[in-house]
């Protein structure tokens, strides 16, 4: 074989087998959001994507295994939408209201699947093999981030933080700490879709994108 050609034939596998993971991942996710975590098996997996459940066994070990990939390619999308918005052209003002109006609307669209992610603990321990019990202290529970995760999550931080340090040095915005500025901002995201019992669906992103924003850039303190 000419060693300049492209092995036609291995290009081809490889696209077969990125293109099985896909599909697996995508009917997973579906199964998983229509069936709950617990509920859903391998079986069911193999029968929505019409595969063997031997062929689900090659290219995944496990359902968790399935369930972490699915979790890692959410936060991957994340962090190419949310690094693009930091690339922009524009105030910070702006590209903070665009970041928090696409996570909002990523929790709604995943909501779920996001949901099981970081409310139900047991599954997060099995996916992610920690004992999150055994950790030092509250904080430390509640902040845990899995280390296949961490690199995302900060890339995720970084770009949030250099938004907002955009928006310090052209006196767009107070001179706060913007790593501590973007865990605030994160934590009224995720408090305001999935913590309060008063989120309505009723309610349009753009709506709860003002509110957020609002409360984060003024307060409640009378001027």
């Known amino acids: 074989m000419n060693m300049g050609k492209k092995d036609l034939r291995l290009e081809r596998k490889l696209q077969r087998e990125q293109q099985n993971r896909h599909t697996i991942i995508a009917v997973a996710e579906d199964v998983f959001v229509r069936k709950g975590y617990n509920t859903t ?5 193999a029968a929505e994507a019409q595969f063997s459940k031997a062929t689900l066994y090659r290219y995944f070990k496990s359902k968790s295994d399935i369930f972490k990939n699915i979790i890692l390619n959410s936060f991957l999308e ?6 693009a918005i930091m690339e922009k052209s524009g ?8 970041y928090v109006g696409f ?7 995943k909501e779920n699947i996001i949901r099981i992610f970081f409310m139900e603990t047991c599954v997060l321990e099995k996916i992610f093999e920690v004992n999150i019990s055994k ?5 430390a529970k509640i ?5 296949e995760l961490k690199p995302v999550v900060e890339r995720i931080l970084d770009s949030v933080s250099h938004i907002i340090q955009e928006g310090i040095d052209k006196k767009e915005f107070a001179p706060v700490n913007p ?4 865990l605030v901002l994160g934590a009224l995201i995720r408090g305001l879709s999935f913590r309060l019992p008063t989120f309505s669906k009723d309610v349009s992103i753009k709506d709860n994108t003002e509110l957020i924003m609002n409360h984060f850039l003024y307060g409640v303190k009378r001027k």
């Open 91 to 98: 105030g910070a003002e702006n590209r903070l209201r665009e």
């Open 41 to 45: 098996s391998m079986d069911d997996i």
């Open 179 to 182: 790593r501590e500025a973007s």
């Open 135 to 139: 950790l030092n202290s509250k904080s």
């Open 143 to 147: 902040m845990y981030v899995p280390p």
């Open 103 to 109: 996570i909002l609307s990523y929790y709604r669209k």
């Open 78 to 83: 994340v962090q190419n939408k949310v690094v």
